[in-house]
């Protein structure tokens, strides 16, 4: 019998047959989903309406891998949701097979290659990089050497016209109180050697636009990197009539999407220059506040376009003055949630809600430039539905209602 470890157990997955060789697993007891490359076998599988996704692997790495992604779960990180880790597995005929790593599926999420039915366009490529280069900073944050950064150990959900991205896979990763130098500087150089051949084997599928050059892509990452690391943590220097260079610097950050939670202000010895560092910088500005007024939990770039169509609606009602709270309520029975109302039962696995709301706006603003005016919100709810939603790929996983699995 094998032995489970998880903090978190599952039940149902003890009817799966852990004596078997994962690549050996009948059709039907998995779930067809878009994989990642991998250098070990995945698959994912159903249990009642959660999906996993399983990995084997040595022992000793999925045991790593298991308490790092917890502790990574821990310091809110984006990354993959830990289950277990199943171990001392023997096939029938009494020899050892390799251990097994559990993790959540993560919804609306898919690898990279999955994103694309047809070439890959520049801005989707710099959309895409721009997510992994903010994935390897937050980590960096963390403390974590990643180790192997690639597009193909990160999952991606649409935000906003944007991506985010996740860690999926932490096998090499270490995490440290602090991340020297020469380890960010590691993850940097794996990310440009990784990227440069996946973006190699896209180009060689005929799936990348031929105005992207593999090398003079990956040849930006650094400076990406360099500017948004920089920006969240480098001292600044100014003298101390110019103390707004302090409010600036928490604005800008907080554009950027990271609030401060403490930072270092020390004075020289004559008090006349100030030197600023932040020291603990958080992601979610955005999405911490939209959360505490709506409920709704969402990426970034979709809290900050959801926030400016709450102001938006403060001031086309005139309540500037109100309670934001009483507003943003307000707002959500008035506006958000109507629109998300209107998708119907059948559609509504092609987006989550926050991006449907993002996109409707998107298809509103287009149909009052060609009306030359404003076009109201559900009537451009209604017409997104008809013209653009029915023709998008379902990006939520479609569980079967076949109770075969469960």
């Known amino acids: 019998m094998p032995r489970f470890v998880a903090t978190r157990p599952d039940t149902g997955l003890l009817s799966f047959p852990w004596d078997v060789p994962l690549e050996d697993w009948p059709e039907d007891r998995l779930v067809a989903l878009p994989r990642g490359i991998s250098r070990h076998v995945v698959r994912f599988v ?19 891998e298991y308490r790092l992604l917890r502790d990574l779960e821990r310091l809110d990180a ?26 959540k599926h993560l919804q609306f999420s898919l690898p990279y290659r999955a ?15 721009d997510a992994l280069v903010a994935l ?56 440009e050697i990784n990227l440069f051949g996946e ?9 990348l636009d031929e105005s992207i050059d593999p090398m003079q892509t990956i040849q930006s990452i650094n400076d990406r990197y360099e500017a948004l690391w920089s920006e969240l943590t480098a001292p600044e ?26 930072i270092d202000i020390i004075t ?26 709506t409920g709704l939990d969402v990426e970034e770039n979709q809290a900050r376009r959801l926030l400016n169509d709450l102001d938006s609606f403060a001031a086309s009602t005139d309540q500037q003055g109100e309670d934001e709270e009483i507003v943003a309520h307000q707002w959500l029975t008035e506006v958000f949630e109507p629109v998300v109302r209107s998708v119907p039962r059948d559609l509504n696995r092609k987006l989550e809600p926050a991006e449907v709301f993002h996109e409707v706006l998107e298809h509103r603003w287009f149909l009052s430039e060609q009306a030359g005016r404003e076009v109201d919100t559900m009537k451009a709810a209604r017409s997104y ?7 998008k790929p379902d990006e939520k996983l479609a569980l079967p209602t076949s109770p075969t699995e469960d």
């Open 78 to 103: 984006p990354s993959v949701e830990p289950v277990g880790v199943i171990t001392d597995r023997v096939d029938r005929n009494g020899e050892p097979l390799d251990s097994i790593l559990v993790t």
């Open 199 to 207: 973006l190699s084997d896209l180009e060689a599928g005929g799936l």
């Open 268 to 293: 020289d010895w004559d008090g006349s220059q100030v030197r600023i560092q932040p020291k603990v910088v958080d992601a979610g500005h955005h999405s911490r506040r939209l959360l505490r007024l």
């Open 385 to 391: 539905v008809d013209e653009v939603l029915s023709a």
């Open 237 to 262: 220097e100014f003298h101390t009539d110019e103390l707004h260079r302090l409010d600036s610097r928490i604005r800008r950050l907080n554009e950027l999407g990271f609030d401060v939670a403490e």
């Open 136 to 191: 390897i900073v937050r980590m960096h944050l963390n403390g974590f050497f990643w180790g192997d950064c690639s597009l193909s150990n990160t999952l991606f959900r649409r935000d906003a016209g944007a991506f985010a991205a996740y860690l999926v896979d932490a096998e090499t990763g270490e995490l440290h109180q602090d991340i020297s130098d020469g380890q960010r500087a590691h993850d940097l150089y794996t990310a």
């Open 46 to 64: 159903r249990v009642g309406t959660q999906v996993y996704a399983v990995k084997e692997v040595l022992e000793h790495l999925a045991m790593h």
């Open 115 to 129: 994103l694309f039915s047809s070439t890959l366009r520049p801005d989707t490529v710099n959309r895409l990089i």
